[in-house]
């Protein structure tokens, strides 16, 4: 058994010239590999293609980088009305599975999988229960193609109009409650605890037996704003009140989250979302973690 967590990164502040075409998937590889990590987390708007050869240039691409490609971003929206567009979702979902299954190494690769958007004509048990329904649906196929679905305590896909269905904690343990698989988990984000308004260590320890895969981030109240004004985002789906910044310096007290990882012996996938500043700040989070890793998962 591997002695702690594995660190990826994934380039929050790159995400719109990666998605539109600014920069090229292999450039963003290139950086990355001078960040001292040991994977890279991708967002679908990332690739242009997904046949078998654009795919295998960015495997290799990351392999000449000494990388790995353990997790996939995906954001299915599962909370429409309409039951053609959830399974049009859900088809999206299949392909991305497809990617991972193809670009994963075999001992872990996962697809993020979230509820949706908390559309205001959508009725609690209406959008648990599309939740459910669609990611019952996808795991037969993700475990054919031996690859994870993980569900993170989110809070807004870029795209999206409003936040996620499942912002505070007691949905989201409603559904994930509902799913009994050993091909679904969770991928816990310490900071969207925080942007719900809630306390990330009560949620870990609530979510802690299932964790598959972490991101972690660290955020900051800006000047001339107190963590009161966190709550506003309940309505409108942003904390004007919270920033980026590099990871152990904000309000996650990652040395008890580690204490927690430990305890329940995890040794999977934390994927850094950094670099909103700059990827210096990235390399810095990157190295805070490493550091953190050899503290709580001694040799």
């Given at each position: 058994?591997?002695?702690?967590?594995?660190?990826?990164?994934?380039?929050?502040?790159?995400?719109?010239?990666?998605?539109?075409?600014r920069?090229?998937?292999?450039?963003?590889?290139?950086?990355?590999?001078?960040?001292?990590?040991?994977?890279?987390?991708?967002?679908?708007?990332?690739?242009?293609?997904?046949?078998?050869?654009?795919?295998?240039?960015?495997?290799?691409?990351?392999?000449?980088?000494?990388?790995?490609?353990?997790?996939?971003?995906?954001?299915?929206?599962?909370?429409?009305?309409?039951?053609?567009f959830?399974?049009?979702?859900?088809?999206?979902?299949?392909?991305?599975?497809?990617?991972?299954?193809?670009?994963?190494?075999?001992?872990f690769?996962?697809?993020?999988v979230?509820?949706?958007?908390?559309?205001?004509?959508?009725?609690?048990?209406?959008?648990?229960?599309?939740?459910?329904?669609?990611?019952?649906?996808?795991?037969?196929?993700?475990?054919?193609?031996?690859?994870y679905?993980?569900?993170?305590?989110?809070?807004?896909?870029?795209?999206?109009?409003?936040?996620?269905?499942?912002?505070?904690?007691?949905?989201?343990?409603?559904?994930?409650?509902?799913?009994?698989?050993?091909?679904?988990?969770?991928?816990?984000?310490?900071?969207?605890?925080?942007?719900?308004?809630?306390?990330?260590?009560?949620?870990?320890?609530?979510?802690?037996?299932?964790?598959?895969?972490?991101?972690?981030?660290?955020?900051?109240?800006k000047?001339?704003?107190?963590?009161?004004?966190?709550?506003?985002?309940?309505?409108?789906?942003?904390?004007?009140?919270?920033?980026?910044?590099?990871?152990?310096?904000?309000?996650?007290?990652?040395?008890?989250?580690?204490?927690?990882?430990?305890?329940?012996?995890?040794?999977?996938?934390?994927?850094?979302?950094?670099?909103?500043?700059?990827l210096?700040?990235?390399?810095?989070?990157?190295?805070?973690?490493?550091?953190?890793?050899?503290?709580?998962?001694p040799?």
């Amino acid at each position: 058994m591997r002695n702690g967590p594995r660190i990826s990164v994934f380039p929050k502040g790159l995400m719109e010239e990666l998605s539109d075409g600014r920069m090229s998937i292999f450039e963003w590889i290139e950086q990355a590999g001078m960040l001292g990590a040991e994977g890279l987390e991708l967002y679908p708007a990332f690739l242009k293609e997904t046949n078998q050869h654009y795919l295998q240039k960015i495997k290799e691409a990351a392999e000449r980088e000494g990388l790995l490609i353990p997790m996939m971003c995906s954001s299915p929206d599962f909370t429409h009305r309409d039951h053609a567009f959830r399974e049009n979702e859900i088809h999206k979902m299949k392909e991305m599975i497809d990617v991972m299954a193809f670009l994963g190494p075999s001992d872990f690769r996962s697809c993020r999988v979230l509820s949706g958007q908390r559309r205001p004509d959508v009725l609690l048990e209406e959008g648990i229960e599309w939740t459910v329904q669609a990611i019952r649906q996808l795991i037969p196929y993700a475990e054919e193609k031996q690859v994870y679905l993980v569900m993170e305590n989110h809070y807004k896909d870029g795209p999206w109009i409003y936040p996620e269905f499942a912002q505070k904690s007691s949905v989201y343990l409603e559904i994930i409650d509902r799913i009994s698989s050993p091909w679904f988990g969770c991928n816990y984000d310490p900071s969207n605890a925080i942007f719900a308004g809630e306390d990330p260590l009560d949620l870990l320890e609530k979510v802690k037996e299932r964790i598959k895969s972490m991101h972690a981030s660290d955020r900051f109240v800006k000047p001339g704003y107190s963590l009161d004004d966190i709550n506003e985002y309940s309505q409108t789906g942003y904390a004007e009140a919270l920033a980026h910044g590099v990871i152990g310096k904000g309000l996650n007290d990652y040395d008890a989250i580690f204490q927690t990882l430990h305890s329940v012996q995890f040794t999977g996938w934390i994927s850094i979302e950094d670099g909103v500043n700059g990827l210096h700040e990235l390399k810095e989070s990157v190295d805070f973690l490493k550091e953190k890793i050899k503290q709580v998962y001694p040799a």
